[in-house]
């Protein structure tokens, strides 16, 4: 269960380093988050990227929150099948994301 997490976390991180918003060191796993949203404000300017991104925000969100509790609670909860499913859910939209960006240089 906690694998499933950091795997899906490890997978976020990754694509956020593809899209150059890469996270530092320094930065806990909320600041991160926090930081790569406001990049994702790089694509306002197209609709259907900033559809991709508002799509993402939310997603990023609940999996930063399951890999802190993952990491830093005393007892963590199995949180396994939902990291999965939020994972599944930012895929796409990440990739596509991806895309959009090699295009808009």
């Known amino acids: 269960a906690e694998d499933t997490v950091s795997r899906s976390y490890g997978r976020f991180q990754y694509q956020a ?4 918003y890469p996270a530092h060191p320094a930065q806990t796993p909320a600041e991160f988050n926090e930081a790569f949203q406001e990049n994702l404000g790089d694509f306002a300017e197209n609709p259907k990227a900033r559809s991709y991104a ?3 925000k939310p997603l990023t969100s609940r999996l930063t929150e399951l890999y802190s509790q993952q990491q830093y609670a005393n007892e963590p909860e199995d949180h396994a099948d939902e990291a999965r499913s939020v994972w599944k859910k ?3 939209p990440l990739w596509l994301l991806r ?3 090699k295009f808009m240089k």
Do not use: A, G, H, I
């Open 54 to 56: 508002e799509t993402v």
């Open 90 to 92: 930012m895929k796409r």
């Open 99 to 101: 895309l959009r960006k």
């Open 17 to 20: 380093q593809k899209l150059q």
